[in-house]
Nanobody, 121 residues
Framework: QVQLVESGGGLVQAGGSLRLSCSCTASGRTFDRYIMGWFRQAPGKERESVARISESGRNTYYADSVKGRFTISRDNAKNTVYLQMNSLKPDDTAVYYC????????????WGQGTQVAVSS
């Protein structure tokens, strides 16, 4: 069983920065066995993938909408994945979720409860 808890959301002005954290508690498997992803869902919109990081942290993926502004990273010693968000825009306003997946699975199995990010213009 994997439990994910996000933190770090809040209200920020456009152009500002936030760093989200997702702490993972995994029984039976270690954190570094999981691919980790960040997703977001804005009101009235579908959930979208924001960023993904491989088990070791060597490989990352970003949605075009955040490329160059957001950075995903992980600290396997602390069982934590981060999302550094810079140059925030009002369009980044959403609930942000982290998720975990084993490489052998086709979809993310575990999800956090989400943290709200609001960017004012």
């Amino acid at each position: 069983q994997v439990q994910l808890v996000e933190s770090g959301g809040g209200l920020v002005q456009a152009g500002g920065s936030l760093r989200l954290s997702c702490s993972c508690t995994a029984s039976g498997r270690t954190f570094d066995r999981y691919i980790m992803g960040w997703f977001r869902q804005a009101p009235g919109k579908e959930r979208e993938s924001v960023a993904r990081i491989s088990e070791s942290g060597r490989n990352t993926y970003y949605a075009d909408s955040v490329k160059g502004r957001f950075t995903i990273s992980r600290d396997n010693a602390k069982n934590t994945v981060y999302l550094q968000m810079n140059s925030l825009k009002p369009d980044d306003t959403a609930v942000y979720y982290c998720a975990a997946a084993l490489p052998t699975r086709s979809s993310y199995e575990y999800w956090g409860q989400g943290t709200q990010v609001a960017v004012s213009s």
